[in-house]
């Protein structure tokens, strides 16, 4: 194949997940001229739908929120002008667990009330709750005002030390405090809260209340709380919002064009080469790929630097996730989103829940009327299924099967529905279809050890080179990876002038 050289482009973006996409957006906003970069036939990464045989999926069972006052996507919109097609989901979610089932309330008394009614103690329930929400509250609104966290240099140091409510810095003292132990001192730490909360966790944060500072956990756990949606046709609609946005302003985005080098050149910016035989320079480069890829694409100085950099961040999971189709024998207040507790861990993947999406009656987009698409997702070490050889069509298998026999004896309706279709991925799959190194998926779990300070950070030491995604900061969900892309909009902000300018 003849290589092409594509001169034209200011900044290349490289994969087009909700913490490229934004990032380019953002720069397109400003007239620079941007190549966005995806090695899927389809954009969105871990952020996207795709199709078989006439049904749409999710990549993942997932939710959406992020658009209330203060966070990362309403920021976004009015930014960029632009208002994400979506329908609001109130209640988002029912969670399953010792044959009970609550309704996850957005109405925060209405959720104490109901937490206190499942899980017992509704005194302490109000006080771990009311700590949470005005925690995640804090949250939201710091992280919204200080897109220079964390700091890497003394002017974002200035940044924060000026434009912050002293009183706010009261919240830093979650930061040393793990979920764990604020359900001690609210006296909730019983044996099936603690479940309820680390399987919320797990969803959020990648990790367990025991684990997880109770700075971040608070807004992980609350996420019901605030506004959740859904978008008609998959999530794909909102990356097409995104695609369209950034095409009307002067850029491109490409699929199929998956990155195998990324090197300096020799009088300044950077060539990318993919797979595909083409050439991409431009003295900006926006990399919205997992640290754990960019190792294996770098040259040279870069190459030696994500080589150390992946390798403080070496523990991280996967998913085992379904597509599944039946007839519509669900009640109409049935809530689209389920989290279903297992009452033993899940064979071979050692999943303790899985997560339900149920695509939203009416969207012929997704499915036929009278015709349901769910996905469904659960947690699994990524490694064991690369090790299975001659084993791993009976595995998959058995997982499948066993997510299928839950779903009929926990989710209503499921039983009583006719299966039209149903098939399993694992790891692998992720790994050939995102081309995420192992197929982890989730971002670097949170952890006590990790200072706020220790993240993946957005600005390398390699001048016109950047860094989004779920493995720089704040990570985990589309909001998180959203706030990453608005971050590093703003802290290349100084560099992107000169080299620009140049």
Partial sequence: MNKTNFTNSEAIVIGSGMGGLTTAALLAKDGIRVTVLEAAHVPGGCSSSFSRKGYVFESGATTLIGFDQHQPLKRLEELLGISIPKVELN????????????????????????AGRVFGNPEGQREFWETCFKAADTVWKVSERNTTFPPQKLSHWVKLALQ???????????????????????????????????EQLMITAQSTSEDVPFLFGAAGITYTNYSNYYVEGGLIEMVRELQRFIELNGGQLLTKRRVSSIS???DGGYTVETESGHTFTAPLVYSNLPVWNMKNLAQ????????KQSGKYSKAWGAFTMGVVTTDTYDDDLTLHHQ??????????????????????GDIKRAPEGIRAINVSCHTETAPWFELNGDYDSIKKAVESFIL??????????????????????????????????????????SMQRSLLDWSPAITPFEGLFMCGDTV??????????????NVYYKSEMQRRKLINS
């Avoid at 209640?91 to 109901?114: A, F, L, Q």
């Avoid at 040279?300 to 080589?307: D, S, T, W």
């Avoid at 026999?405 to 790994?431: D, N, V």
């Fill in 91 to 114: 209640p988002g979610m029912t969670v399953h667990i010792d044959g009970k089932s609550c309704i996850r309330y957005k109405d925060r008394e209405k959720w104490i009330i109901e």
């Fill in 164 to 198: 912050n409510n002293p009183m706010d810095a009261l919240a830093l003292r979650h930061a040393f405090v793990s979920v764990g132990n604020m359900m001690q001192r609210c006296n909730v730490d019983t044996v099936s809260f603690r479940r309820f909360i680390d």
């Fill in 264 to 266: 300096q050149k020799s």
């Fill in 300 to 307: 040279g100085p870069i190459k030696e630097y994500f080589e």
């Fill in 340 to 361: 279903i507790h297992l009452d033993d861990p899940m064979p071979f993947t050692g999943a303790k829940s899985i997560f339900v999406s149920i695509s939203k009656r």
């Fill in 405 to 446: 026999e839950t779903l009929r004896a926990k989710l209503p309706g499921f039983k009583e529905a006719e299966l039209m279709l149903s098939f399993g991925s694992t790891p692998i799959t992720w790994q050939n279809w995102v081309h995420r190194e192992q197929g982890r998926v989730g971002g670097i779990p949170q």
């Fill in 473 to 486: 900061y704040p990570g985990q969900g589309i909001p998180g990876v959203t706030l990453s892309g608005i």
